[in-house]
C-alpha cells in the first residue's frame, strides 16, 4: 500500500498538466497518509465495528472519533484543497466546479477502497478506470497511477501483498482528480452521481454479491485470482 501510493502520487505529479501538480501531490500524500492511519488504527479490537458511514456516524455520537471519520475529514479537506488549486473562473460556475472536484476527488477515493475486498479487485479498477483516461491534455496525470497499479497487481492476485486503504485511497483520489479535469460540466456531475449512488448504495449492498452474480463482472474479478 505505501509503496502503491508514493509511486501512483510521484508519477502523478510528474506526468500531470502544469495546473494539476500541487493539487495531485496534495490528494495523493495525503490519502495515502490517512488511508495508512486507518490501516493501523482501523484494525483496533475498539473500533472493529465503525465501518461504513453509519459506523463512523455511530462513533461520533457516542463520542469516540474513529480511524475511518480522521480519514474521510482529511481526504475530504485534500479534496477542497485540490479544487482551490485547480480552479477555474471566478463566480458561481467556479464555485460549481469546486464542488464537483471536491466530491469527485473524495468519493472516487473511497469508492476505489471499497472495491479492496479480494485479490486484485481494487488494483483492476483502478487498471480500467486510468486506460480509460489516460488520453487528452490531463491523461499524464494517471499514467503513471496506471503504470503502477499494473506493477502490483500480480502480486496482489497472488495475496502476496494488499493495497489496504492507504494504497486504494491514494490511487482513487488521483484517479477523481483526473475525472475532475474533464471539459464538461454535465459529464463530471454525472460522474459524481454515480459516484455518489454507488457508495450510497455500499450501505446497504452487498458489491461482492452483486459482482458473483454478474455474468462477465464475476469472470473479471475472478481472473489471475488463485483457485481454492
Avoid: W
Avoid at 481494487?122 to 499494473?150: C, E, F
Amino acid at each position: 500500500g505505501p509503496v502503491l501510493a508514493a509511486a501512483a502520487t510521484g508519477s502523478a505529479v510528474l506526468g500531470a498538466p502544469a495546473g494539476q501538480r500541487a493539487a495531485a501531490a496534495v490528494v495523493g500524500a495525503v490519502a495515502g497518509a490517512v488511508g495508512g492511519y486507518d490501516d493501523l488504527a482501523g484494525a483496533r479490537p475498539e473500533q472493529a465495528r465503525d465501518k461504513g458511514l453509519a459506523g463512523h456516524l455511530a462513533a461520533l455520537r457516542a463520542g469516540r472519533v474513529s480511524a475511518g471519520a480522521v480519514k474521510v475529514a482529511g481526504i475530504g479537506a485534500a479534496a477542497a484543497v485540490a479544487a482551490v488549486l485547480t480552479r477555474r473562473g471566478s463566480g458561481v460556475s467556479a464555485v460549481v466546479d469546486g464542488v464537483l472536484t471536491t466530491g469527485l476527488v473524495a468519493g472516487t477515493a473511497n469508492l476505489v477502497n471499497l472495491l479492496d475486498l479480494r485479490p486484485g479487485r481494487a488494483a483492476k479498477a483502478a487498471v480500467l478506470l486510468s486506460a480509460a483516461t489516460v488520453g487528452g491534455p490531463a491523461g499524464g496525470l494517471v499514467a503513471g497511477p496506471l503504470g503502477a497499479s499494473l506493477a502490483v497487481l500480480p502480486a496482489d492476485l497472488g495475496e502476496r501483498v494488499m493495497l489496504g486503504d492507504c494504497g486504494a485511497n491514494a490511487v482513487g483520489a488521483l484517479l477523481g482528480l483526473r475525472l475532475a479535469a474533464l471539459p464538461g460540466r454535465g459529464s463530471r456531475a454525472g460522474l459524481l452521481g454515480v459516484v455518489t449512488a454507488l457508495t450510497l448504495a455500499s450501505e446497504k449492498i452487498s458489491f461482492t454479491r452483486v459482482i458473483e452474480s454478474t455474468p462477465g463482472l464475476r469472470e473479471l474479478d475472478r481472473l489471475g485470482r488463485r483457485t481454492a
